[in-house]
T-cell receptor, first 112, second 114 residues
Framework: RKEVEQDPGPFNVPEGATVAFNCTYS??????FFWYRQDCRKEPKLLMS???SGNEDGRFTAQLNRASQYISLLIRDSKLSDSATYLC?????????????FGTGTRLQVTL | DTGVSQDPRHKITKRGQNVTFRCDPI?????LYWYRQTLGQGPEFLTY????????KSRLLSDRFSAERPKGSFSTLEIQRTEQGDSAMYLC????????????FGSGTRLTVV
């Protein structure tokens, strides 16, 4: 089983739609979680951290379910500029950012 | 420039040649990481340094790969006797020690072995 699993997509959604991505992780001792965004042929960039209480940043909401070992990302009111690959990322170490483990990414295409 | 810098951006080399990539992390970050990413996959961990000490290496890092960070600042990744399977994007990232805020990545070096 992969350490971090994501549906590769692509998710094709119209502008203005709400879209949700899920990700599961295998290491129950994992301590911190992130979503990264990666545009085509560019480096990954941190989108947001994911906390147990859930967190929101504008149109983006991230949630963590430790019991089921999954992480979600919700994007509301999708924009064309949201088209990218979204990488689910897990860090098994408390308080450090060592050896992050990346999923394969979920591709989102927002269309007119 | 306060970001992570990688050089070169692109490298085309013939099979069997040696290549070396350089990474300059954010100056106040003492942790530096190397990842490799192939098409359709997420970045895969290769190795990381805390200051000049190489703390962990992946099994992906065969004997042909070596990484250094001699003064705890910039790092180099060398691949000897390149193979076509080495073609990938090589990403460098840095973070402060004790940070739980993820990494900052450089733009990567895209290696093509022909």
């Amino acid at each position: 089983r992969k350490e971090v699993e994501q549906d590769p997509g692509p998710f094709n959604v119209p502008e203005g739609a709400t879209v949700a991505f899920n990700c599961t992780y295998s290491n129950s001792a994992s301590q911190s979680f992130f979503w990264y965004r990666q545009d085509c042929r560019k480096e990954p960039k941190l989108l947001m951290s994911v906390y147990s209480s859930g967190n929101e940043d504008g149109r983006f909401t991230a949630q963590l379910n430790r019991a089921s070992q999954y992480i979600s990302l919700l994007i509301r009111d999708s924009k064309l500029s949201d088209s990218a690959t979204y990488l689910c990322v897990v860090n098994p170490h408390t308080g450090t950012a060592s050896k992050l483990t990346f999923g394969t990414g979920t591709r989102l295409q927002v269309t007119l | 420039d306060t970001g992570v810098s990688q050089d070169p951006r692109h490298k085309i080399t013939k099979r069997g040649q040696n290549v070396t990539f350089r990474c300059d992390p954010i100056s106040e970050h003492n942790r530096l990481y190397w990842y490799r990413q192939t098409l359709g996959q997420g970045p895969e961990f290769l190795t990381y340094f805390q200051n000049e000490a190489q703390l962990e290496k992946s099994r992906l890092l065969s004997d042909r790969f070596s990484a250094e960070r001699p003064k705890g600042s910039f790092s180099t990744l060398e691949i000897q006797r390149t193979e076509q399977g080495d073609s990938a994007m090589y990403l460098c990232a840095s973070s402060p020690q004790g940070s739980d805020y993820g990494y900052t990545f450089g733009s990567g070096t895209r290696l093509t072995v022909v």
